[in-house]
């Protein structure tokens, strides 16, 4: 009995061990995605993986930050369009898609709990940029997670959002060529 493998057919095999990887990672959306999250994770940019239905606005600030504990927030205080203060952070992913930066916005929500005691500063807002390359994966990404979601016509454009307990989740339909790819959280108006 030959056991002896053709020269032909191991060197086909040996193409494609080496070849099928490369040609994965090139040629398909998946490995082009998990390449760019090696890289940025290589480059020292961490991920930030967030239950964005969790979000809600009594969440404290340092115990947001304590749970992101390997990303470099920079917080700051002062006026700005969408809180009292804001903490900012280059990060590599959100939930594995690869982004850019998140701001999170803190205001005074005013006011006193069912218990009496003052709300004092909560969650007001979070701005997260991502790469634009990666817009239709993060709508598929968040439809898969949250169910369809409701679309509303501002100005001229369409707007994705999502209702939570705690606020709204907001993304552009699609992308002009000037903008920012950004996904949204707006604490619900009380």
Not at 32 to 48: A, I
Not at 152 to 173: H, N, S, Y
Request: charged share 30%; net charge negative.
């Amino acid at each position: 009995m030959n056991l002896k493998l053709p020269k032909s057919y191991k060197l086909f095999l040996a193409i494609c061990v080496v070849a099928g990887p490369f040609i994965w990672l090139v040629l398909t959306e998946d490995g082009k995605r998990r390449s760019d999250l090696f890289l940025l994770h290589l480059l020292g940019h961490q991920p930030f993986n967030l239950a964005v239905e969790n979000l809600r606005p009594g969440l404290d600030e340092a115990f947001l930050l304590d749970q992101f504990s390997r990303v470099e927030f920079d917080c700051d205080d002062g006026r700005h369009a969408l809180g009292e203060r804001r903490c900012a952070a280059q990060i590599g992913s959100f939930n594995g898609i690869p982004a850019r930066r998140v701001e999170l916005y803190w205001k005074d929500v005013g006011g006193n709990d069912e218990d009496g005691s003052e709300k004092g500063v909560g969650l007001n807002a979070m701005r997260l940029d991502y790469r634009e390359r990666w817009h239709a994966l993060l709508i598929d990404e968040l439809k898969t997670r949250y169910g369809q979601p409701r679309q509303d016509i501002v100005g001229e454009r369409t707007v994705l959002a999502w209702r939570f307990d705690g606020g709204m989740l907001l993304i552009p339909k699609t992308l002009s060529d000037d903008e920012t790819p950004t996904l949204m959280w707006v604490r619900q108006q009380v």
